[in-house]
C-alpha cells in the first residue's frame, strides 16, 4: 500500500509539472512585511508544480523545488531590525511625496541591477514566461513586464485594495461607506467623517499618480517603452490578489478581478520555538504577553522615558510574562524586569499560537495582527505609521483590541490598563475568537484561493478585468449622461417658456396694444 501511494504521489508530481506554467514573481521591495505573503504564494505555485523564477531581496536559506531566486540581496540597505524611532517619523502626515520616492522611485533604479538587465534583455525561452506576478505598491514601473514580455499579468496588494487603484482597474468606490486605506473611520460614518474620509481619499490617490508617474522614464530607459504612461500599465492587469478579508476589512463592492486572499500567510509549519523560548512560554502559567514593533523597527531606540513606562507596566502585571522582541539586547535601557525576556527574533506565529499566550502588544501590522486573529489572541495597539492606526482602530470597534493611539500616548497607567482589560475581561479573548472563526471560515484556505485563480488567468486571460475600464472617468461616472439629461430639461423648459410667451401674445396681445394706444392718445391731448 505504502509503495503504492508513493508511485501516485510521483504520477500527481509528474503531470503537475508537465502541465505546469513558467511564472516570473517581481517582489523588487526590501520590506520583509511585504515579503511575507508573497513568499508563500510563489512556494504554493512551485508546491503546484509550476516552475517559478522569483526577483526578490530574500532568497531561500535551502533549495525548493522548482523554484529559482533571482537575488537582490544586499542591493539595497537592510531594513529589518533596523528602522530606528527616529526615522519612523518620517512616515507622518498625508504627504505621499516621502514614501512614494523611497519605495517608489528608489525602488525602480533596480532595474539596472545586473541580473535584472539580463532577464529583460535574454529571457528564458525553454521554456518562456507563461506569467508574471508583480506586487503592486508605489513602484509600478515593475508592471512593464507584463507587456514586455507579452505575458498576462497578476498583481498582488500586501494590504486593504489601494483607494488610488480603484479607478485604475474599474472597480466601484464609494467613499460614504468604505473607508480610504487612510482613514480612521469605520463604515458607518455621519457627514463630517464622510466629506473628510472623500477628501483623503482623493488627496491620496492624486499625489500618488502624481509622484509615480516620472517613473515613464524608466520605462523608456531600461524597457524602450517610449510613449508608454505609468498608468497605462494598469490596464495590464488581469488579476488583483489582496491581502483582505470582509470579516476584518468590511463589507465594499469588488469586480471578479479583485480576489481577497488575506491571511494567505498564516500557516502552521511546525517552526520549532528556541529551548529557552519553549520553556520560558510553557512555565507562564499566569499568561504571557508578546510584544513586537515588527521586523523593522527596534524597540530598543524609543526613548528613555518611554522604555520606562514599559518597564513600570510589565512589572505591575507580573506574574504575567512578557515576550519582546529587541534587534540589540545591548542598547536596551537597563532595569528590565525579570519577568520579561528578550530576543532579536521570534518564531511569530509558534509565539501566538502557544495556549499561554493572552496578550499581543503590536504596531498594528496587518499580517501580525491577521495572525493574531487567527489564532485568537486580543491586542493592545500602540500604531506608528502607514495603515496601523486604521487597523488597530478597526479592531477596536470589533472589541478585539485596545488602542493606544501613539507612542506619545502611552504611559504606565494607560498600558497597564490596557493589558489588565485584555487579561481580565473575557470579552475581549471571545470576540477574537469569533472573528477567527469568521477570518478562518472559507470554502478554500486563501493560498488554494490564490492559485486557482493565478492558473484561471492563465487559462483564459483578462477575462475578469471590468468594462469600466475601457470607459473614461467622466464616462465611468455618467456625467456625460447628467450633462445630456440636464441639457434635456433646459431644452424642455426653455420650449415651455417660448410656449408660453407666445400663447400670450396670441391671447392678450392687441388688449395690451389697445391700452398702450389710448394712453398714448391721451398723452398726446394732454401736450
Not at 53 to 75: A, E, M, R
Not at 371 to 379: L, T
Not at 393 to 407: G, H, T
Request: proline fraction near 5%; hydrophobic fraction near 45%.
Amino acid at each position: 500500500m505504502k509503495v503504492l501511494s508513493v508511485l501516485l504521489a510521483i504520477l500527481v508530481t509528474c503531470d503537475q509539472s508537465a502541465n505546469g506554467f513558467r511564472i516570473l514573481g517581481v517582489f523588487p521591495l526590501h520590506g520583509h512585511s511585504h515579503w511575507v505573503m508573497n513568499e508563500p504564494l510563489m512556494k504554493g505555485l512551485a508546491q503546484r508544480g509550476h516552475q517559478v523564477d522569483v526577483i526578490t531581496h530574500f532568497p531561500q536559506k535551502k533549495p525548493v523545488p522548482n523554484y529559482t531566486d533571482i537575488s537582490l540581496f544586499g542591493s539595497l540597505p537592510n531594513v529589518r531590525n533596523n528602522i530606528s524611532a527616529t526615522e519612523i517619523q518620517a512616515f507622518g502626515g498625508l504627504s505621499m511625496k516621502h514614501l512614494t520616492e523611497i519605495a517608489g522611485n528608489n525602488i525602480c533604479e533596480l532595474l539596472a541591477h545586473p541580473k535584472i538587465q539580463d532577464l529583460i534583455k535574454n529571457p528564458p525561452q525553454d521554456p518562456p514566461y507563461d506569467l508574471v506576478i508583480v506586487e503592486v505598491f508605489m513602484a509600478p514601473c515593475f508592471l512593464a513586464f507584463g507587456r514586455h514580455l507579452k505575458v498576462p499579468l497578476v498583481a498582488t496588494v500586501t494590504c486593504s485594495f489601494h483607494d488610488w487603484l480603484n479607478e485604475l482597474s474599474g472597480n466601484s468606490f464609494n467613499p460614504s461607506y468604505v473607508p480610504s486605506l487612510f482613514s480612521s473611520f469605520g463604515q458607518h460614518m455621519n457627514f463630517k467623517e464622510r466629506m473628510l474620509n472623500f477628501l483623503t481619499s482623493h488627496l491620496i490617490s492624486a499625489q500618488i499618480l502624481y509622484h509615480t508617474e516620472f517613473q515613464a522614464e524608466y520605462l523608456k530607459k531600461y524597457f524602450d517603452m517610449q510613449d508608454t504612461a505609468i498608468m497605462d500599465l494598469y490596464s495590464d492587469i488581469s488579476l488583483y490578489l489582496v491581502n483582505s478579508h470582509y470579516s476584518l476589512s468590511g463589507i465594499r463592492p469588488l469586480t471578479p478581478a479583485i480576489v481577497e486572499v488575506g491571511g494567505l500567510h498564516v500557516k502552521s509549519d511546525n517552526v520549532s520555538l528556541a529551548p529557552e523560548v519553549q520553556k520560558w512560554l510553557d512555565e507562564s502559567k499566569d499568561g504571557c504577553v508578546y510584544f513586537t514593533f515588527g521586523s523593522m523597527v527596534r524597540i530598543e531606540t524609543f526613548s528613555k522615558e518611554l522604555m520606562e513606562e514599559f518597564y513600570a507596566s510589565f512589572k505591575k502585571i507580573a506574574p504575567v510574562r512578557v515576550l519582546m522582541k529587541v534587534a540589540k539586547k545591548e542598547d536596551l535601557l537597563p532595569g528590565l524586569p525579570d519577568n520579561v525576556m528578550t530576543q532579536s527574533w521570534f518564531p511569530q506565529i509558534a509565539v501566538l499560537k502557544h495556549k499561554n499566550i493572552r496578550a499581543f502588544i503590536t504596531h498594528g501590522g496587518l499580517m501580525g495582527t491577521q495572525e493574531a486573529i487567527y489564532y485568537g489572541v486580543p491586542m493592545i495597539g500602540i500604531p506608528l505609521f502607514g495603515d496601523q492606526k486604521i487597523n488597530i482602530q478597526s479592531y477596536e470597534r470589533k472589541k478585539i483590541a485596545i488602542s493606544l493611539n501613539s507612542v506619545q500616548d502611552v504611559t504606565e497607567e494607560k498600558l497597564t490598563s490596557a493589558l489588565n482589560s485584555i487579561l481580565k475581561d473575557p470579552t475581549y479573548r471571545e470576540n477574537v475568537q469569533y472573528f477567527s472563526k469568521l477570518f478562518v471560515d472559507r470554502p478554500l484556505s486563501p493560498l488554494d484561493t490564490a492559485i486557482f485563480w493565478v492558473e484561471y488567468i492563465k487559462k483564459y486571460g483578462n477575462f475578469l478585468q471590468s468594462p469600466a475600464m475601457q470607459l473614461y472617468w467622466w464616462q465611468r461616472h455618467l456625467l456625460d449622461v447628467y450633462a445630456f439629461l440636464l441639457l434635456i430639461v433646459i431644452v424642455v423648459l426653455l420650449v415651455v417658456m417660448f410656449i408660453l410667451r407666445k400663447l400670450k401674445r396670441l391671447l392678450f396681445g392687441s388688449h395690451v396694444c389697445t391700452k398702450k394706444d389710448s394712453a398714448a392718445i391721451k398723452a398726446k391731448k394732454n401736450k
